[in-house]
Nanobody, 124 residues
Framework: QVQVVESGGGLVQAGGSLRLSCAAS?????MGWFRQASEKEREFVAA????????YYEDAVQGRFTISRDNAKNTVYLQMNSLKPEDTAVYYC????????????????????WGQGTQVTVSS
């Protein structure tokens, strides 16, 4: 099993920025970020192909969030700018060992290994 560890969450004012990091031990697979707000289902945020050549975003974060990766460090990043209160959620990183298709990478079921999550709170 792949160990996945997120970091970088915290409390920020609306309009501010945060950068989340996700370390996945020994893997260079497609990876994604999801988030889950209180009493809501987990939803797709962004995904990146194994080599970083393709990225995918949920419409609500397009233009504000940027996913990237450094394979030398086995780490994926999510730079979040212009944060809004509705971005408040627990953010999860996940590894998809078998899926490369952009559409399928938007679905929770395409990922096998998940981190414990990191809380992001945006105050108004």
């Amino acid at each position: 099993q792949v160990q996945v560890v997120e970091s970088g969450g915290g409390l920020v004012q609306a309009g501010g920025s945060l950068r989340l990091s996700c370390a996945a031990s020994g893997r260079r697979d497609a990876m994604g970020w999801f988030r889950q707000a209180s009493e809501k289902e987990r939803e797709f945020v962004a995904a990146i192909s194994w080599n970083g050549g393709n990225t995918y975003y949920e419409d609500a974060v397009q233009g504000r969030f940027t996913i990237s990766r450094d394979n030398a460090k086995n780490t994926v990043y999510l730079q979040m700018n212009s944060l809004k209160p509705e971005d408040t959620a627990v953010y999860y990183c996940a590894v998809s060992r078998l899926v490369a298709d952009g559409y399928q990478l938007q679905h929770v079921s395409s990922y096998e290994d998940w981190g414990q999550g990191t809380q992001v709170t945006v105050s108004s």
